[in-house]
């Protein structure tokens, strides 16, 4: 009886939220609209409502970060425009063009899922390649908090000039206006890349302190692959495995054409989700699902005694 009582309040609760259409202002709406999004796009990562990460999406406002309107939303088959310069619109777990030759505002849940599987803890040190206009940079920031850092790199001037008034008020993030395929980069816990790459860097997996995790798209000729997530272990053998498919813009300076042949034949003919290790040397053994130079990835798991080794 106690329980029925309490749903039955419940209920009429919601139905009185859900009649209540009319905001006070319009910011009151957007905000809505933005919370919805957050919680939205937290469920579709598998990561709590009142995480960190969804009170990242939460308040952080996305129309500041693509540009001015008619926003230009992706679909498999080219860009939509929003019908009005309405904020509502960019709270959709959707690709948003950020008006500069292909470059897009990446897929929030695909970013959340990312940053959650990368762990970001207050303090840490990030290095973030492929800021755009700093959207992601930002949610980045928020989870390091004032203790942590976040260097940015950016290559396109247009874009840069966004993201350094964008991330102003940031002062945890110091962005480059350079590539961050070239070093030297700083060490760092947490390395996430937004772009294309045929192969882990050595400036990447170099600037991993200890534990460090690395996650960037690797990616073949036509831009599709899969995320590939690498944490620095003690040995030579170093844990790696793919999260899920991808399609990227190719990051510039990390790219090889032999690379992207022999990884298109990998994502067609060998299963990627088999893939568990990455060995940093240029003898591939009978595990070697793709080898490049002076890298390769097994689907042999580390060996149980250099976990030990730890
Ligand atoms: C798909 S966009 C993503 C932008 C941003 N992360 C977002 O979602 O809003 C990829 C970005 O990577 C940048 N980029 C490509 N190669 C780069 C490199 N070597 N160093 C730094 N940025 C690079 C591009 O200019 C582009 O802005």
């Known amino acids: 009886m106690h329980l029925h009582l309490q749903s039955g309040r419940a209920s009429s609760l919601r139905r009185w939220e859900m009649r209540k259409t009319h905001w006070r202002t319009d910011e009151e709406r957007i905000e809505a609209h933005r919370a ?75 970013h959340a899922m ?88 050595a400036v990447w997996l170099d600037a991993l302190k200890p534990g460090g995790r690395l996650l960037f798209p690797l990616t073949a000729d036509d831009g599709g692959g899969a995320m590939l997530l690498i944490a620095r272990t003690d040995g030579e053998v170093w844990e790696a495995r793919f999260l899920f498919q991808a399609q990227f813009v190719g990051c510039a300076g990390a790219r090889d054409d032999t690379e992207e042949w022999r990884l298109a034949e990998a994502f067609r003919h060998r299963g990627w989700n088999k893939v568990r290790s990455l060995h940093r040397d240029d003898t591939p053994g009978a595990s070697c699902w793709v080898a490049g130079h002076g890298w390769w990835l097994s689907t042999e798991a580390p060996t149980v005694t250099q976990h030990r080794d730890r």
């Open 36 to 110: 919805f999004f957050a919680r939205f796009v937290a469920a579709r990562a598998g990561v709590a409502a009142d995480s960190e990460l969804a009170e990242a999406f939460r308040t952080t406002p996305r129309e500041r970060f693509v540009g001015g309107p008619p926003w230009r939303i992706l679909t498999r088959h080219g860009f939509v425009e929003a019908p009005r310069d309405d904020p509502a619109f960019l709270y959709q777990d959707v690709v948003v063009s950020l008006d500069a030759d292909g470059l897009n505002n990446g897929e929030p849940s695909l």
């Open 114 to 201: 990312c940053i959650s599987t990368l762990r970001p803890m207050k303090g840490d040190r990030i290095v973030h390649v492929g800021a755009g206009t700093g959207y992601y940079t930002t949610i980045l920031a928020k989870l390091v908090g004032e203790r942590g850092g976040v260097d940015a790199y950016e290559i396109e001037p247009g874009l840069v000039r966004r993201a350094q008034e964008n991330l102003a008020g940031l002062p945890q993030v110091t962005l480059h206006a350079r590539s961050g395929a070239e070093g030297p980069l700083p060490e760092c816990d947490v390395l996430y890349v937004n772009a294309g790459a045929t192969a882990p860097l």
